[in-house]
């Protein structure tokens, strides 16, 4: 019983398992912005509201589970995996939450609660954790009458009896969940880990403002990417920016020693303020659509009321925050949110570009008004010192990096969906060429950040601007082989070339400026072959590319060598091995992200018929195995290898990662066409890329086996692969659900013979 439950004595570190349910979140808010899209009134608003407030708790009841049970234990696995099926289920009915699919959001809303809890009570009875979660779930079981009943009702009592429904789950747990009659529980068993729950919220929040980033790149892919188009995508973008530097502001506030110090119902006031928040940047979303599709279109007042409402409502759940949690008079978000409503009458009347661009000058007021508030970040050393200063925790993440990888989730699913708009041979070289840029612009920030310290303010803004860039590129991967050849090849080029622009000056006096050189120049040479490719026909740019794309890869991996300069040292080119391992893995979740928000976007889109939901099952279950594959067997760590081995091995591990990548890529696209048409005709191009997907993953995991880990008999990978190979003339000529069906066994029975297997220690090699 005592193995289920952390260590009180140990840190409270983020777990995969923990980023991959935030999948269902980002997935979740996108449909929440579009359903207010769809039909910005107040009926709908507030519906909306529900929905937020609903999915918010399905997060934080997540987020304490794994604050009181051990996420590395095989139980409270199942028990996170089951609520991010529930969630994205409940995520599908969105759109339809008030007519005809709200029994399939309260039936998934409820589900996700009292099965928590009653396995929890079940499994731990007798504990006080047990007990605990007993209470909890007789709450959830009053609640779930109102939810029930609501789904059966028209959308008006819905509304009133889901709202009761949610203030009674929101008081449960801010009561410690009492009951008539049975002792309270005590307070030490209510409490949660500071750290934890503190990290929990600022990852969540990183989250909600980059599916505003999504969102807005999305948007911008659909427009015929203009000046005026990217010029709003620009303004959105720096909204978002804005938004995210507000909510860390000031300097020096640590909710984690807050937490542990105050009584647990803080933890809780503080999850009531940060939903207030996520519920404005759901309003952004929505209103950045409108934004970037009709910068310049008509006045209408519902447009700015929209544009308008999500800061409002972040500046609004902010001064709760620092009032109810902190304890802090805020003054600035409460005259920002009187400076929106003095201004509102006459923004009625303005176009959106003008309308955003005044939130953005509120926003830009609120940020710089902190400059001088708060303890300063010590800054002791010169500016190459601090630049060059590492991190005392290599596997603690900066915000900015988590920030700069869910513009990937955007990238990766929009080659997904390009090579779904064409199966062709010569559509999915394309899109394999725009992968490899997209991920090697990744591969060289992950490095940048490992070299530099990324609390440095020039780091910052150079993330930052890749970002921008990136999202540019990404936006452009439909039409990348056509007429937008330039949007995709100039802002890569540009990438690399700023940044050994920033940083070779800035390590003027120290021995790495010569790395940097080196590596500038060979960027410098590729970029030739990029920008020339963008002037020629696709034939000749897919060559031309490819190339250029060699010479990235192929130079990293011999050391940026140049002529008449001296070979760079091991030391020189030497990472982190901590925090390259976990930001490897980290993108490699995130690229999971797309397979889950593509076959979600497919779920909800075309209904809930059995055939449909069999196949959304097998799309999230292969999700869940390629991420569980990933980790076995568990006693390997990429961190100590990279950190003994020679420092091309950490180039061999971006290889590798890659290729898993391309999988997932491919498999999302194959997930999207087998849940929309599972029976469809049978198409020989579809089961391809249906068998494709877990091929490539299996050929880029068994390649990392062998030269990450020197795996001797790496018989399990081959032996699926030859599985595969021998079942796909069958498949060929099967629909696409059977293709599906054939591919999750293979990949189910891949995991499952990694049980009861060890990892040998890795070995120093050079």
């Known amino acids: 019983m005592e193995q289920l439950l952390r260590d009180p004595r140990q840190p409270r570190e983020i777990s995969f398992l923990e980023l991959f349910f935030d999948l269902a979140i980002i997935f979740a808010l996108t449909q929440l912005s579009q359903r207010l899209l769809r039909d910005f009134d107040w009926v709908n608003s507030l519906q909306t509201g529900v929905l937020v407030a609903a999915v918010w708790w399905l997060w934080v009841g997540a987020t304490r589970t794994t604050d009181w049970l051990d996420p590395d234990h095989p139980f409270p696995q199942r028990i996170i995996i089951g609520m991010m099926f529930a969630g994205l289920v409940a995520a599908a009915s969105i759109p339809e939450a008030f007519g005809r699919h709200g029994l399939v959001f309260a039936?998934?809303?409820?589900?996700?609660?009292?099965?928590?809890?009653?396995?929890?009570?079940?499994?731990?009875?007798?504990?006080?954790?047990?007990?605990?979660?007993?209470?909890?779930?007789?709450?959830?079981?009053?609640?779930?009458?109102?939810?029930?009943?609501?789904?059966?009702?028209?959308?008006?009592?819905?509304?009133?009896?889901?709202?009761?429904?949610?203030?009674?789950?929101y008081l449960g747990v801010g009561i410690g969940w009492r009951l008539p009659g049975f002792r309270p529980i005590p307070e030490h068993h209510l409490r949660?880990?500071?750290?934890?729950?503190?990290?929990?919220?600022?990852?969540?929040?990183?989250?909600?403002?980059?599916?505003?980033?999504?969102?807005?790149?999305?948007?911008?892919?659909?427009?015929?990417?203009?000046?005026?188009?990217?010029?709003?995508?620009?303004?959105?973008?720096?909204?978002?920016?804005?938004?995210?530097?507000?909510?860390?502001?000031?300097?020096?506030?640590?909710?984690?020693?807050?937490?542990?110090?105050?009584?647990?119902?803080?933890?809780?006031?503080?999850?009531?303020?940060?939903?207030?928040?996520?519920?404005?940047?759901?309003?952004?979303?929505?209103?950045?659509?409108?934004?970037?599709?009709?910068?310049?279109?008509?006045?209408?007042?519902?447009?700015?009321?929209?544009?308008?409402?999500?800061?409002?409502?972040?500046?609004?759940?902010?001064?709760?925050?620092?009032?109810?949690?902190?304890?802090?008079?805020?003054?600035?978000?409460?005259?920002?949110?009187?400076?929106?409503?003095?201004?509102?009458?006459?923004?009625?009347?303005?176009?959106?570009?003008?309308?955003?661009?005044?939130?953005?000058?509120?926003?830009?007021?609120?940020?710089?008004?902190?400059?001088?508030?708060?303890?300063?970040?010590?800054?002791?050393?010169?500016?190459?010192?601090?630049?060059?200063?590492?991190?005392?925790?290599?596997?603690?993440?900066?915000?900015?990096?988590?920030?700069?990888?869910?513009?990937?989730?955007?990238?990766?699913?929009?080659?997904?969906?390009?090579?779904?708009?064409?199966?062709?041979?010569?559509?999915?070289?394309?899109?394999?060429?725009?992968?490899?840029?997209?991920?090697?612009?990744?591969?060289?920030?992950?490095?940048?950040?490992?070299?530099?310290?990324?609390?440095?303010?020039?780091?910052?803004?150079?993330?930052?601007?890749?970002?921008?860039?990136?999202?540019?590129?990404?936006?452009?991967?439909?039409?990348?082989?056509?007429?937008?050849?330039?949007?995709?090849?100039?802002?890569?080029?540009?990438?690399?070339?700023?940044?050994?622009?920033?940083?070779?000056?800035?390590?003027?006096?120290?021995?790495?400026?010569?790395?940097?050189?080196?590596?500038?120049?060979?960027?410098?040479?590729?970029?030739?072959?990029?920008?020339t490719g963008a002037f020629l026909p696709a034939p000749a740019r897919i060559a031309t590319w490819a190339a250029a794309l060699l010479i990235d890869g192929a130079s990293a991996w011999f050391g940026w060598p140049v002529p008449k300069l001296s070979r760079a040292p091991q030391a020189h080119l030497r990472v982190i091995g901590e925090h390259v391992a976990e930001r490897y893995r980290q993108v490699y979740i995130i690229s999971l992200g797309a397979l889950v928000l593509l076959s979600g976007l497919a779920y909800g889109s075309t209904g809930f018929d059995y055939l449909r939901t069999l196949a959304f099952i097998l799309a999230f279950t292969q999700a869940t195995l390629m991420l569980w594959n990933y980790f076995l067997p568990s006693e390997q760590d990429l961190g100590t290898v990279v950190n003994t081995t020679a420092p091309k091995y950490a180039v061999a591990a971006a290889y590798c990662h890659g290729i898993m990548i391309a999988g997932t890529v491919v498999a999302a696209a194959g997930a999207e066409m087998y849940i929309r048409r599972p029976l469809g005709l049978v198409d020989a191009a579809l089961s391809l890329v249906i068998v494709g997907g877990l091929a490539l993953y299996i050929v880029g995991r068994t390649l990392f086996g062998i030269v990450m880990y020197r795996v001797h008999r790496a018989w399990r990978g081959p032996v699926a692969l030859l599985v595969l190979a021998g079942i796909t003339p069958v498949l060929l000529m099967a629909p696409p659900l059977v293709a599906a069906i054939a591919t999750t066994v293979v990949g189910l029975c891949l995991t499952l013979s990694f049980r009861g297997t060890s990892a040998t220690e890795p070995q120093k090699r050079s």
């Open 107 to 169: 039936g998934a809303n409820v589900a996700a609660h009292l099965v928590r809890h009653l396995s929890i009570a079940l499994v731990l009875r007798g504990h006080p954790v047990g007990k605990r979660s007993l209470h909890a779930a007789t709450w959830f079981g009053v609640t779930a009458i109102l939810w029930i009943t609501g789904a059966f009702l028209p959308a008006t009592p819905r509304l009133a009896l889901w709202s009761v429904a949610l203030v009674l789950d």
């Open 192 to 531: 949660t880990v500071g750290n934890h729950i503190a990290e929990r919220h600022r990852q969540v929040f990183v989250i909600a403002v980059g599916e505003l980033v999504l969102t807005s790149g999305i948007t911008l892919s659909q427009t015929r990417l203009g000046i005026v188009q990217i010029g709003a995508f620009a303004l959105a973008f720096a909204i978002a920016g804005l938004t995210a530097w507000a909510f860390f502001l000031p300097r020096g506030l640590a909710l984690g020693a807050l937490l542990d110090r105050r009584p647990a119902s803080v933890a809780v006031h503080a999850s009531y303020t940060h939903m207030i928040m996520v519920l404005g940047i759901v309003f952004m979303a929505m209103s950045a659509e409108i934004l970037i599709s009709r910068p310049l279109g008509e006045t209408r007042a519902q447009w700015s009321v929209a544009i308008l409402a999500g800061p409002f409502l972040f500046l609004g759940g902010r001064a709760l925050y620092a009032w109810i949690v902190f304890h802090r008079a805020a003054w600035r978000a409460p005259a920002g949110m009187l400076v929106i409503a003095a201004l509102s009458p006459v923004m009625l009347r303005l176009p959106p570009l003008a309308v955003a661009s005044v939130v953005g000058l509120v926003l830009l007021a609120i940020v710089l008004s902190y400059r001088q508030l708060g303890p300063e970040a010590v800054r002791v050393g010169t500016p190459l010192e601090r630049l060059l200063r590492k991190r005392k925790n290599p596997r603690q993440l900066s915000s900015y990096e988590l920030f700069f990888d869910l513009a990937m989730i955007f990238a990766l699913s929009r080659v997904s969906q390009r090579i779904v708009s064409e199966l062709s041979l010569v559509n999915i070289a394309e899109s394999m060429i725009l992968l490899g840029a997209i991920y090697w612009i990744w591969t060289a920030t992950t490095w940048s950040t490992d070299w530099f310290n990324p609390d440095e303010p020039r780091l910052q803004r150079l993330i930052i601007g890749v970002m921008f860039a990136g999202l540019l590129m990404a936006s452009a991967v439909p039409t990348a082989f056509g007429e937008h050849g330039l949007l995709f090849a100039g802002p890569y080029v540009a990438i690399h070339i700023v940044r050994g622009l920033v940083i070779v000056p800035a390590l003027r006096g120290s021995p790495l400026q010569a790395r940097s050189a080196r590596v500038l120049i060979w960027f410098a040479i590729s970029a030739v072959f990029w920008l």
